[in-house]
């Protein structure tokens, strides 16, 4: 069976009309999501998000992220549409632990969009799409490791990606295929550049996520999924091997008299 087009006629003459199309405000009560974090995407027009006595006005392009627990309410504007997007707290971790607005750049919508739409239709993508919205929102408000960066452009390019999402697991030759070049020739600029290999480096880049999120207050269950371990106990073994301590006990710093 063909599927019916629309007459392209018809269309020309309908856009040639002035339909003032209007989207009425919208005021939503006070709510919290003690489970949820929440990230609300202004893809139009501005929305004021009142928070206890804090209020924010958000605009086209900026993303305001409420922690878990965080109660609030939304005057959404005349014209307006705003995407409320939710990362579970015990699913994956964050160092978000405050009520941040962040700008995005159109090449990053993309990301969001697909976020949404695997959290409101059946297509679900195999990539986890929450870990990679939050690189976005998280390395606007982080400063950069102290960690060994490769400069050849290939090598670069991997670290960079790495950097964006620790959890990334493909392989060195995975990632040679993406760069186009040879795993032994990125192997070669890890440890020329960096004086690491790709594999040290990945779990240094890793280790160093962690402990971010950790003393952010995340579970060792969601920080073992946002960097890349299959469970927990994995984890951990890493993580004392690379501190000297279990990931409880990092994320427990010592009381002080």
Same mark, same amino acid.
């Given at each position: 069976?063909?599927?019916?087009?629309?007459d392209? *006629?018809?269309?020309?003459?309908?856009?040639?009309?002035d339909f003032?199309?209007?989207?009425?405000?919208v005021?939503?009560? %006070?709510?919290?999501?003690?489970?949820?974090?929440?990230?609300l995407?202004?893809?139009? !027009?501005?929305?004021?998000?009142r928070?206890? %006595?804090?209020?924010?006005?958000?605009?086209?392009?900026?993303?305001i992220?409420?922690?878990? !627990?965080t109660r609030?309410?939304?005057? &959404?504007?005349?014209?307006? &549409?705003?995407f409320?997007?939710?990362?579970?707290?015990?699913?994956?971790?964050t160092v978000?632990? =405050?009520?941040?607005?962040v700008p995005?750049? /159109?090449?990053?919508?993309?990301?969001f @969009?697909a976020?949404?739409?695997?959290?409101?239709?059946v297509?679900?993508?195999?990539? /986890?799409?929450?870990?990679?919205?939050?690189?976005i929102?998280? *390395?606007?408000?982080?400063?950069p490791?102290? @960690?060994? @960066?490769?400069?050849?452009?290939?090598?670069?390019?991997?670290?960079?990606?790495?950097? $964006? /999402?620790?959890?990334?697991?493909?392989?060195i030759?995975?990632?040679? *295929?993406?760069?186009?070049?040879?795993?032994?020739s990125?192997e *070669?600029?890890f440890?020329a %550049?960096t004086?690491?290999t790709? !594999?040290?480096?990945?779990?240094?880049?890793?280790?160093h996520? =962690?402990?971010?999120?950790?003393r952010?207050?995340?579970?060792v269950?969601?920080?073992?999924q946002?960097?890349?371990?299959?469970?927990?106990?994995? $984890?951990?073994?890493?993580?004392?091997?690379?501190y000297?301590?279990?990931?409880?006990?990092?994320?427990?710093?010592p009381?002080r008299d």
């Amino acid at each position: 069976m063909t599927p019916r087009r629309s007459d392209a *006629r018809s269309s020309a003459h309908l856009s040639s009309l002035d339909f003032p199309l209007r989207i009425p405000g919208v005021d939503i009560p %006070e709510r919290v999501h003690h489970d949820e974090h929440m990230a609300l995407w202004q893809i139009r !027009g501005s929305t004021l998000v009142r928070c206890g %006595e804090t209020s924010v006005e958000i605009s086209e392009g900026e993303v305001i992220w409420l922690p878990a !627990g965080t109660r609030h309410s939304l005057e &959404v504007r005349a014209n307006s &549409v705003l995407f409320p997007l939710s990362i579970s707290v015990d699913e994956i971790a964050t160092v978000l632990t =405050a009520i941040t607005v962040v700008p995005i750049r /159109n090449d990053e919508k993309i990301y969001f @969009l697909a976020l949404h739409q695997s959290q409101s239709t059946v297509i679900q993508p195999s990539a /986890n799409i929450q870990r990679q919205v939050l690189s976005i929102l998280e *390395r606007r408000v982080l400063a950069p490791d102290d @960690l060994p @960066l490769p400069t050849s452009p290939g090598a670069a390019a991997v670290a960079s990606a790495l950097l $964006f /999402n620790p959890g990334d697991d493909r392989r060195i030759l995975d990632w040679a *295929r993406e760069v186009r070049t040879s795993g032994r020739s990125l192997e *070669r600029a890890f440890v020329a %550049e960096t004086g690491l290999t790709f !594999g040290q480096w990945r779990t240094r880049s890793r280790m160093h996520a =962690a402990a971010r999120l950790l003393r952010a207050g995340s579970s060792v269950a969601s920080v073992t999924q946002r960097v890349g371990y299959e469970d927990p106990s994995g $984890f951990a073994r890493a993580f004392r091997d690379f501190y000297g301590m279990s990931p409880t006990a990092y994320a427990t710093p010592p009381d002080r008299d």
